[in-house]
């Protein structure tokens, strides 16, 4: 005998349609229809296929002359040197530009301001004025002293083979590319939780040890795509230094067509390279993100 007087309760029954009568299994799904996403694509199938068709069909092309010139030894000797101005930019302009990028997010308002300024400066000046500047640095100061401030100096040496050519090159790059590094660094940072560091500093793990285990590897994932657009805005932008007569790969094909005239297939030849050695670094790009996306969902 129950101890209340509510009534019981009776469990409810749910009908369903009889397996002979219609129900939601026999319902048909009807794909929504977009009649001009094909008309897009047909439209880009028809102007590819005409570009294409341009460029095997056109003698003007002249692919004779660009296989001749692609893999010859002065066309790879400044492929070497065009990715060896890009490497050296690179790894310098990030090493400073970590640095700047700290010196910015730091509590002392000295360092703040250096590093701001510095930012502004190098953003400021057009990359080929650097380059020039540092490539005539003799003309500006005839020798270098140390000593006392406004003093007498102690020890001074001649400017003029100090900078070279290439070293002009590499310094002047990587110069440049550490303030825009720099920012791409610190919005990395400051895209990271606070509350990581706060709890880490409660866990009481030291200060250099949060940066490096917990804030880069997370700010890699906003860092990346930014850094890499970089890299290759700076690989692309070698050929600036062809001012300075160093023999990348834009001076040497400028060097070449001057010679034979063939302007448009040497220009391919450069532009097929350019791409090439851009879709390799597209390529490490992915797998780097990769590695740093483990975890997260995009």
């Known amino acids: 005998m129950p101890l209340t007087s509510d009534p019981p309760i009776e469990k409810e029954t749910v009908r369903t349609p009889p397996h002979d009568g219609p129900g939601f299994a026999e319902l048909t799904v009807v794909p929504l229809r977009h009649p001009l996403r094909w008309v897009a694509v047909a439209a880009t199938a028809v102007l590819l296929a005409q570009f294409l068709n341009g460029l095997i069909t056109n003698p003007g092309w002249e692919w004779d002359v660009f296989a001749q010139f692609f893999t010859t030894e002065t066309i790879l000797k400044a492929v070497w040197v065009t990715l060896q101005l890009t490497f050296y930019g690179t790894v310098l302009g990030f090493a400073l530009g970590i640095v700047l990028a700290f010196m910015r997010l730091s509590a002392s308002p000295f360092l703040r301001a250096v590093a ?9 000046i057009p990359l080929i004025v650097q380059l020039l500047f540092w490539f ?7 020798e270098l002293q140390f000593g ?12 003029m083979n100090l900078v070279g050519a290439m070293s002009a090159a590499v310094l002047g790059l990587a110069l440049h590319q550490a303030a825009y590094a720099a920012e791409i660094v610190r ?18 793990i030291p200060r250099l ?5 917990i804030v880069l590897p ?17 690989f692309k932008g070698t050929s600036i230094v062809s001012v300075m007569a160093i023999g990348e790969l834009f001076y040497q094909v400028q060097v070449v067509y001057g010679r034979n005239g063939r302007v448009v297939p040497l220009l391919m030849v ?3 390279w350019y791409i090439l050695l851009t879709t390799v670094l597209s390529v490490l790009q992915y797998y780097v993100e990769r590695h740093y996306a483990k975890g997260t969902v995009r």
Request: aromatic content about 12%.
């Open 187 to 204: 919005g990395g940072v400051l895209a990271v939780d606070s509350g990581q560091l706060e709890a880490a500093a409660a866990l009481g």
């Open 136 to 142: 005539n640095l003799a003309y500006l100061y005839k």
């Open 148 to 159: 006392i401030p406004f003093g007498p100096g102690f020890l001074s040496f001649d400017t």
């Open 116 to 124: 701001y300024a510095y930012i502004w400066a190098f953003r400021s």
């Open 218 to 234: 997370q700010a890699m994932r906003s860092i990346l795509p930014n850094a890499a657009n970089e890299i290759i805005s700076l």
């Open 270 to 272: 450069a532009t097929v």
């Open 209 to 213: 040890r949060q940066l490096r285990r």
